[in-house]
């Protein structure tokens, strides 16, 4: 027995496909935008690789792919939802913004684990950060047009980016890395 209501959804997810990957090549890959991607997604990685702690790299490597773990997951169910979306892509096949969810991110989170690591301290910058990315770094994200919001307010965002943040903290040094930090 055939399930037409599936059917459906393939053919639309199959028109869908093909619409993104369109627009994609003629109005995304090589723009501005596009290219401040790239920017994005390799200078994190060169200045983190340049001034990680070499002993604890360990550690703080594990905790930067936790946290782009948690922001991955947590992008995909705001874009699931219609909360916010991202009109330029880096590739198309991926919707959330991989620049900043796998390189610009995780890299100053694990920048503040490593030179904050008592737990006030680390608190204190965490809330900076948030701060900072919450209410400037979202709506400047807006004005450029990267990233835009449809059912979603800034101030939900601080507080998700200090809790990810001492989560994944408390998680790894408690569960994965069970030695002091």
């Known amino acids: 027995m055939r399930d037409t209501q599936l059917d459906d959804i393939m053919t639309l997810q199959k028109q869908l496909h093909d619409l993104q990957y369109d627009h994609w090549l003629k109005h995304e890959l090589f723009t501005g935008q596009w290219w401040a991607f790239v920017a994005?997604?390799?200078?994190?990685?060169?200045?983190?690789?340049?001034?990680?702690?070499?002993?604890?790299?360990?550690?703080?490597?594990?905790?930067?792919?936790?946290?782009?773990?948690?922001?991955?997951?947590?992008?995909?169910?705001?874009?699931?939802?219609?909360?916010?979306?991202?009109?330029?892509?880096?590739?198309?096949?991926?919707?959330?913004?991989?620049?900043?969810?796998?390189?610009?991110?995780?890299?100053?989170?694990?920048?503040?684990?490593?030179?904050?690591?008592?737990?006030?301290?680390?608190?204190?910058?965490?809330?900076?950060?948030?701060?900072?990315?919450?209410?400037?770094?979202e709506p400047l994200a807006e004005w450029s047009r990267i990233y835009i919001v449809l059912h979603w307010y800034h101030i939900c965002s601080f507080p998700i980016y200090v809790t990810k943040a001492i989560f994944g903290k408390w998680l790894i040094e408690n569960f994965i890395f069970k030695s002091k930090c």
């Open 40 to 137: 994005m997604l390799i200078i994190p990685w060169i200045i983190w690789w340049r001034v990680v702690d070499k002993t604890r790299r360990g550690i703080i490597f594990a905790y930067g792919l936790f946290l782009m773990l948690e922001i991955i997951t947590m992008n995909e169910l705001g874009i699931g939802h219609l909360l916010w979306f991202y009109p330029i892509k880096l590739v198309p096949s991926f919707r959330y913004a991989v620049a900043i969810d796998c390189a610009f991110l995780p890299v100053l989170h694990m920048l503040i684990y490593q030179y904050f690591p008592q737990w006030k301290t680390f608190i204190i910058a965490e809330i900076i950060s948030s701060f900072l990315l919450a209410f400037v770094g």
